[in-house]
């Protein structure tokens, strides 16, 4: 049974930072390309970062170049989102994705405020 569990998420002031994880189980983790996507409220869902299997590349939408970090440890199954500098414009559910070709893993989403 294939998981993808968040946790991390929570209610933070402007400029404040918080590290999302995933971590993941009945599938080999190391095999695939992870991803953290987000959804505001009345918004489309969009990607913020992936890295590939090795964690060698790493990819970032602009609206967070420069304040987060994807990062993964393949022992422990886990992929982090390093959240620096929030603005409120960061607020949302980030979910946690698994995706290869044929293979689309999704978790349930943890909420994430950025707010006084």
């Known amino acids: 049974q294939v998981q993808l569990v968040e946790s991390g998420g929570g209610l933070v002031q402007p400029g404040g930072s918080l590290r999302l994880s995933c971590t993941a189980s009945?599938?080999?983790?190391?095999?695939?390309?992870m991803n953290w996507y987000r959804q505001a409220p009345g918004k489309e869902r969009e990607l913020v970062a992936g890295?590939?299997?090795?964690?060698?590349?790493?990819n970032y939408a602009d609206s967070v170049k420069g304040r987060f970090t994807i990062s993964r440890d393949n022992n422990r199954n886990t992929v982090y989102l390093q959240m620096n500098s929030l603005k409120s414009e960061d607020t949302a559910v980030y979910f946690c994705?698994?995706?290869?070709?044929?293979?689309?893993?999704w978790g349930q989403g943890t909420q994430v405020t950025v707010s006084l």
């Open positions: 994705n698994a995706k290869r070709t044929g293979y689309d893993y």
């Open positions: 009945g599938f080999t983790f190391s095999s695939y390309p």
């Open positions: 890295i590939t299997p090795g964690g060698i590349f790493r």
